[in-house]
């Protein structure tokens, strides 16, 4: 075994970090008029730099800016795609839980009511920063939402029918629209492109699939569907771009949204879906077991998420290197790396641990890392 040099790296982390207290501050400060945009600005540009610095000191190879210039992990993101729309009231609920009790959350509603597409690279200064500011020898990664996520918050529903009366015209400009993004990027220095796609974890749920059912969805080929519009977005990727995807059942201060493991996508998302790595929940009994792994082929890798986001308590070691192991009878070892579970915060508000156990959790990481696969 031995470290890698591309990503995603033996030990990785799946991207947003917590937002330090003088960002909170001054984004309260931002929505009250308090500060204009240049003063937000230069407080997320240092909450980035330290941020950046505290990867490089946990001793990980890549680093993000945290997303800390965002509200939410993925809708950021999507309302700047060209045709679609933040609208008036609420989407789709989503109940969130855990130990403690659940949580309604109605997230703003959106609708496609134009034809999608990508008006300029987003997210270009954004990456351009953390391009600028990582050390020699870490590589920067956006992360990003996969094309699945513009679709399954709404379903068809969400999308004007007179604007795509043929649906499959609207996965067509979806895919071009992620492909631009993709060179886009690509153009701006980037090497590692993450789509981060809760939909292919959710569908594994039969209580997500018995609503896609009821809002007029394909339960039982949805996500064949994701994969092949995934696919058609990354056509023709330059070599030398690593592009993973990270899927998980809900990440929101703390709390989840679906269960089930992998086993209903398993064989299509290993064998089928273009991507060069995996990171997958398995952080609790939530996940299933590690059985689906073995449709995993050669030539890629799973990130296991072993390391939970959502509580401080840092985990033992041993047990993680026990769980590295049960994981390597379904798929060899050298296919493997280690990450925490999720995000530390998905949305801004984020999970519930410290600034100082979440930088305990990635060093934890990297150590073991370090003793399973050699340095």
Not at 1 to 11: Q, V, Y
Not at 131 to 152: A, C, F, N, Q, W
Not at 207 to 218: L, V
Not at 232 to 242: F, K, N, Q, S
Request: hydrophobic share 35%; with cysteine; proline share 4%.
């Amino acid at each position: 075994m031995s470290r890698r040099t591309t990503p995603p790296f033996r030990a990785d982390h799946v991207g947003s970090l917590l937002r330090p207290q003088k960002l909170r501050d001054a984004r309260a400060a931002h929505k009250a008029g308090s500060i204009d945009d240049a003063a937000l600005h230069a407080v997320e540009d240092e909450a980035i730099l330290d941020v950046i610095a505290m990867q490089a000191e946990a001793g990980l190879q890549s680093a993000t800016d945290g997303e800390l210039r965002r509200t939410s992990w993925h809708m950021d993101f999507i309302y700047q795609l060209d045709g679609v729309s933040q609208v008036a009231g609420e989407s789709i609920h989503v109940q969130f839980r855990n130990a403690e009790g659940e949580y309604d959350y109605a997230p703003p509603a959106m609708e496609i009511d134009g034809r999608v597409g990508l008006p300029r690279t987003i997210f270009a200064d954004d990456f351009t920063y953390l391009r600028d500011h990582v050390g020699e020898g870490i590589t920067p990664k956006l992360t990003i939402p996969s094309p699945s996520m513009v679709h399954y918050r709404g379903g068809n529903s969400s999308i004007d029918s007179s604007v795509y009366p043929d649906l499959e015209q609207f996965w067509v400009d979806l895919a071009a629209a992620y492909h631009q993004q993709m060179e886009g990027v690509y153009a701006l220095g980037g090497r590692y492109l993450q789509l981060d796609d809760t939909s292919l974890a959710y569908v594994n749920d039969p209580e997500q699939r018995k609503h896609i059912a009821e809002i007029g969805g394909d339960p039982e080929h949805l996500h064949e569907k994701y994969i092949a519009n995934i696919n058609r977005a990354l056509a023709g990727r330059p070599d030398d771009l690593a592009i993973t995807t990270h899927l998980c059942r809900g990440n929101n201060q703390s709390m989840w949204a679906a269960e089930g493991g992998y086993d209903f996508v398993a064989e299509a998302l290993f064998n089928d879906l273009q991507v060069d790595g995996y990171f997958l929940e398995f952080d609790d009994a939530r996940s299933g077991g590690f059985e689906p792994l073995r449709f995993v082929p050669k030539g890629k890798y799973v990130v296991l998420g072993l390391v939970t986001t959502k509580r401080g308590r840092l985990e033992d070691k041993d047990e993680l290197k026990r769980r590295i192991d049960a994981a390597s009878k379904f798929v060899d070892l050298d296919q493997l790396c280690l990450s925490p579970q999720c995000g530390f915060s998905s949305t801004e508000e984020g999970n519930d641990l410290t600034e100082d156990e979440q930088k305990a959790k990635l060093a934890l990481i990297v150590e073991i890392a370090d003793e399973v696969w050699g340095s």
